[in-house]
Protein backbone atom coordinates (compact mmCIF):
# COMPACT_ATOMS: atom_id res chain seq x y z
CA UNK A 1 0.00 0.00 0.00
CA UNK A 2 0.91 3.88 -0.67
CA UNK A 3 1.51 5.56 2.72
CA UNK A 4 1.73 9.49 3.30
CA UNK A 5 3.24 9.58 6.40
CA UNK A 6 3.02 12.75 8.42
CA UNK A 7 5.96 13.81 9.94
CA UNK A 8 8.38 11.44 8.59
CA UNK A 9 11.38 13.33 9.10
CA UNK A 10 10.87 13.41 12.93
CA UNK A 11 12.27 11.10 15.59
CA UNK A 12 9.00 8.55 15.18
CA UNK A 13 9.01 9.68 11.30
CA UNK A 14 12.53 8.25 10.98
CA UNK A 15 12.18 5.20 13.09
CA UNK A 16 8.58 4.05 11.50
CA UNK A 17 9.40 4.47 7.57
CA UNK A 18 12.10 1.81 7.61
CA UNK A 19 9.79 -0.84 9.18
CA UNK A 20 6.67 0.05 7.11
CA UNK A 21 8.97 -0.54 4.30
CA UNK A 22 10.55 -3.67 4.61
CA UNK A 23 6.73 -4.80 5.42
CA UNK A 24 5.94 -4.13 1.91
CA UNK A 25 4.46 -0.31 2.15
CA UNK A 26 5.37 2.45 -0.17
CA UNK A 27 6.09 5.49 2.17
CA UNK A 28 5.84 9.03 0.82
CA UNK A 29 7.17 11.36 3.63
CA UNK A 30 6.11 14.79 4.67
CA UNK A 31 7.44 17.31 6.93
CA UNK A 32 6.21 20.49 8.28
CA UNK A 33 5.64 23.10 5.24
CA UNK A 34 5.32 19.96 2.99
CA UNK A 35 3.02 20.78 0.23
CA UNK A 36 1.17 16.85 0.34
CA UNK A 37 0.63 15.15 -2.66
CA UNK A 38 -2.11 12.50 -1.56
CA UNK A 39 -2.90 10.83 -4.87
CA UNK A 40 -3.00 6.71 -4.78
CA UNK A 41 -2.13 6.98 -0.98
CA UNK A 42 -4.69 4.50 0.47
CA UNK A 43 -4.06 5.63 4.26
CA UNK A 44 -2.19 8.65 5.94
CA UNK A 45 -0.39 8.17 9.42
CA UNK A 46 0.46 10.82 11.13
CA UNK A 47 3.17 11.46 13.99
CA UNK A 48 3.71 15.17 13.93
CA UNK A 49 2.36 18.22 16.44
CA UNK A 50 -1.00 19.20 18.21
CA UNK A 51 -0.64 21.98 15.91
CA UNK A 52 -0.72 20.37 12.68
CA UNK A 53 -2.04 16.80 12.77
CA UNK A 54 -5.87 18.20 12.85
CA UNK A 55 -5.45 19.89 9.48
CA UNK A 56 -3.13 17.08 8.18
CA UNK A 57 -6.21 14.94 8.84
CA UNK A 58 -8.60 17.08 7.60
CA UNK A 59 -6.85 17.56 4.06
CA UNK A 60 -6.26 13.31 4.13
CA UNK A 61 -10.06 12.76 4.74
CA UNK A 62 -11.33 15.63 2.33
CA UNK A 63 -9.17 13.81 -0.34
CA UNK A 64 -10.51 10.41 0.52
CA UNK A 65 -7.44 9.10 2.59
CA UNK A 66 -8.23 7.17 6.06
CA UNK A 67 -6.09 7.95 9.22
CA UNK A 68 -3.71 6.55 11.37
CA UNK A 69 -2.68 9.15 14.06
CA UNK A 70 -0.56 8.72 16.34
CA UNK A 71 -0.06 12.51 17.68
CA UNK A 72 -1.64 13.53 21.39
CA UNK A 73 -2.86 16.59 22.50
CA UNK A 74 -5.74 17.47 20.12
CA UNK A 75 -9.47 16.73 20.19
CA UNK A 76 -10.63 14.46 16.73
CA UNK A 77 -14.22 14.01 18.05
CA UNK A 78 -14.87 16.74 14.95
CA UNK A 79 -12.93 15.12 12.16
CA UNK A 80 -14.14 12.10 13.47
CA UNK A 81 -17.58 12.96 12.08
CA UNK A 82 -16.11 13.73 8.69
CA UNK A 83 -14.88 10.75 8.17
CA UNK A 84 -18.19 8.86 9.45
CA UNK A 85 -19.87 11.41 7.09
CA UNK A 86 -17.35 10.25 3.97
CA UNK A 87 -17.48 6.50 4.88
CA UNK A 88 -13.64 6.77 5.94
CA UNK A 89 -11.73 5.81 9.09
CA UNK A 90 -9.96 7.69 11.56
CA UNK A 91 -7.60 5.88 14.09
CA UNK A 92 -6.38 7.73 16.87
CA UNK A 93 -4.14 6.05 19.34
CA UNK A 94 -2.22 7.74 22.46
CA UNK A 95 0.14 5.04 22.55
CA UNK A 96 1.36 2.46 19.65
CA UNK A 97 3.43 0.23 21.57
CA UNK A 98 1.46 -2.98 22.38
CA UNK A 99 3.43 -3.34 25.68
CA UNK A 100 2.30 0.32 26.96
CA UNK A 101 -1.61 -0.85 26.01
CA UNK A 102 -0.68 -4.38 27.46
CA UNK A 103 0.05 -1.71 30.99
CA UNK A 104 -2.93 -0.07 30.18
CA UNK A 105 -5.26 -3.20 30.68
CA UNK A 106 -3.24 -4.60 33.41
CA UNK A 107 -3.60 -1.30 35.62
CA UNK A 108 -7.49 -1.12 34.86
CA UNK A 109 -7.75 -4.59 36.04
CA UNK A 110 -5.50 -3.31 39.40
CA UNK A 111 -7.14 -0.67 39.96
CA UNK A 112 -10.45 -3.01 40.99
CA UNK A 113 -8.33 -4.04 43.88
CA UNK A 114 -6.73 -0.77 45.46
CA UNK A 115 -8.21 2.23 46.67
CA UNK A 116 -5.81 4.62 45.20
CA UNK A 117 -2.96 5.14 42.54
CA UNK A 118 -0.75 7.66 40.71
CA UNK A 119 0.60 7.76 37.12
CA UNK A 120 4.11 8.87 36.73
CA UNK A 121 5.13 9.43 32.54
CA UNK A 122 8.18 10.30 31.93
CA UNK A 123 9.10 11.62 28.26
CA UNK A 124 11.68 13.02 26.23
CA UNK A 125 11.48 17.24 26.28
CA UNK A 126 10.74 17.72 23.03
CA UNK A 127 7.00 16.14 24.20
CA UNK A 128 5.08 19.24 23.19
CA UNK A 129 2.07 18.21 25.69
CA UNK A 130 2.02 17.00 29.42
CA UNK A 131 0.47 14.88 30.85
CA UNK A 132 0.84 12.94 28.09
CA UNK A 133 -2.33 10.97 26.24
CA UNK A 134 -1.12 7.64 27.39
CA UNK A 135 -1.75 8.83 31.03
CA UNK A 136 -4.59 10.49 30.25
CA UNK A 137 -6.41 7.78 28.96
CA UNK A 138 -4.88 5.32 32.06
CA UNK A 139 -6.44 7.44 34.40
CA UNK A 140 -9.73 7.34 32.79
CA UNK A 141 -9.55 3.64 32.40
CA UNK A 142 -8.68 3.28 36.58
CA UNK A 143 -11.85 5.82 36.95
CA UNK A 144 -10.55 7.13 40.26
CA UNK A 145 -9.13 10.24 39.87
CA UNK A 146 -5.72 9.08 39.99
CA UNK A 147 -3.17 12.21 40.21
CA UNK A 148 -0.57 12.41 36.87
CA UNK A 149 3.04 13.68 37.62
CA UNK A 150 4.54 14.57 34.36
CA UNK A 151 8.64 14.31 33.37
CA UNK A 152 10.24 16.21 30.44
CA UNK A 153 13.97 15.10 30.40
CA UNK A 154 16.58 14.52 27.55
CA UNK A 155 17.28 10.96 27.62
CA UNK A 156 13.99 9.83 28.01
CA UNK A 157 11.72 8.13 25.15
CA UNK A 158 8.77 7.55 26.67
CA UNK A 159 8.34 5.74 29.96
CA UNK A 160 5.02 5.34 32.32
CA UNK A 161 4.16 3.72 35.85
CA UNK A 162 1.32 3.12 37.57
CA UNK A 163 1.39 2.94 41.51
CA UNK A 164 -1.14 1.49 43.22
CA UNK A 165 -1.43 2.10 47.27
CA UNK A 166 -3.09 -0.16 49.84
CA UNK A 167 -3.29 -1.37 53.27
CA UNK A 168 0.68 -2.84 53.37
CA UNK A 169 1.39 -2.74 50.31
CA UNK A 170 2.33 -0.99 47.12
CA UNK A 171 1.94 -2.53 43.62
CA UNK A 172 3.81 -0.61 40.46
CA UNK A 173 3.29 -1.38 36.96
CA UNK A 174 5.44 -0.14 34.78
CA UNK A 175 6.54 0.45 30.62
CA UNK A 176 9.54 1.54 29.54
CA UNK A 177 9.77 2.16 25.14
CA UNK A 178 13.57 2.46 24.75
CA UNK A 179 13.10 2.80 21.25
CA UNK A 180 10.91 4.68 18.84
CA UNK A 181 10.74 1.66 16.40
CA UNK A 182 8.52 -0.50 19.21
CA UNK A 183 6.11 1.72 17.92
CA UNK A 184 6.16 0.20 14.32
CA UNK A 185 4.40 -2.66 15.33
CA UNK A 186 0.68 -1.24 16.61
CA UNK A 187 1.17 1.10 13.64
CA UNK A 188 1.05 -2.14 11.47
CA UNK A 189 -1.27 -3.56 13.31
CA UNK A 190 -3.82 -0.92 12.83
CA UNK A 191 -2.85 -0.75 9.48
CA UNK A 192 -3.87 -4.50 8.99
CA UNK A 193 -7.36 -3.98 10.68
CA UNK A 194 -8.19 -0.26 9.86
CA UNK A 195 -10.83 -1.57 6.74
CA UNK A 196 -12.40 -3.80 9.40
CA UNK A 197 -13.17 -0.77 11.79
CA UNK A 198 -16.59 1.27 11.39
CA UNK A 199 -16.88 4.66 9.71
CA UNK A 200 -15.54 7.41 11.75
CA UNK A 201 -13.47 7.68 14.74
CA UNK A 202 -12.05 4.39 16.64
CA UNK A 203 -9.44 5.47 19.49
CA UNK A 204 -7.23 2.93 21.13
CA UNK A 205 -4.71 0.36 20.27
CA UNK A 206 -6.74 -1.78 22.89
CA UNK A 207 -9.49 -1.90 20.21
CA UNK A 208 -7.80 -4.08 17.75
CA UNK A 209 -6.16 -6.16 20.24
Request: glycine share 14%; net charge negative.
Given at each position: MRLALFGAGGKVGQALAPRLEAAGHEVRGFDL?????????????DFTTPEAAPENVRLALEHGVSCVVGTTGWDPAALGSLAADRGLRLFVAPNFSIGAVLMMRFAREAAEHFPRAEIVELHN?????????????????????????SVRLPGLVAHQEVIFGGEGQLLTIRHDTTGRESFADGVLLALSKLGELPPGLTVGLEALL
Open positions: GDEPELDGCGVAVEAKKDAPSGTARATAQLLGNDAQIH
